[in-house]
């Protein structure tokens, strides 16, 4: 991550790494914590649920949750939980439910939109079109704050294959943080982009990412997802 941050002049600091713990016992968990690592990110919110209270029942200090998987529209109230940052709003719908309910208890949840950069139909998020034409209600939301976007690279085996998306997407939060200035809309920061996973950090860190989720290059390979 260093070495990458070095490489386009950018500090280190700059960049959170999230070691997706998902499909990983509690005991690797907090042997990541106990070396130092506080943000972990899971895709299952009952998953990440469940070890939320078991990392506080085995007494793990300060650990930080990330919210990294779809949200099913019916699950969005477990997305309220003790989660420092959700980041794969992927449709209105989902962003208007989150914020009802988040209202209704009070709260103002840390969110990232979620970006269908490639195009694939596998995967979720707004088309960068989609995106643009739905931040006018997005933003009237009043219960969500927006702090940047995230997107899923297409695997390939090349990771410079993937560096055009990761641009992309800086690009894309560029446009909108001028369409959109935090000045104007504090209810939005634009300051994250999550993107680069194992297979890709280093070109992610290059183009711009401040959030990395990397889990098979920290717990090794996961023998079902
Ligand atoms: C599983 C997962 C990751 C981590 O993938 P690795 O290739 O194991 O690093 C990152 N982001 C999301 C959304 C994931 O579901």
Redesign the pocket.
Known sequence: MAAAARRVQRSPDEITLVA?S?TMPLALIAEAAQAGQVDF?E?RLEELLEKVDAAAAAGLGTVCWHA??TIQSRKTRLALGPIALI??VDRLKIAQRLSRQAAEMGRTPAVLLEVNVSGEASKHGFSPASLKAALPELLQLPALRYCGLMT?APFVADPEEARPIFRELRCLMEDIRRAYPPAEYPQATWAHLSMG???DFEVAIEEGATII?????IFGH?EYE
């Open positions: 997706v998902k990110g895709n990294i998987g980041h794969a899923m996973m194992t297979a989720r990397v889990g098979t290059a996961r």
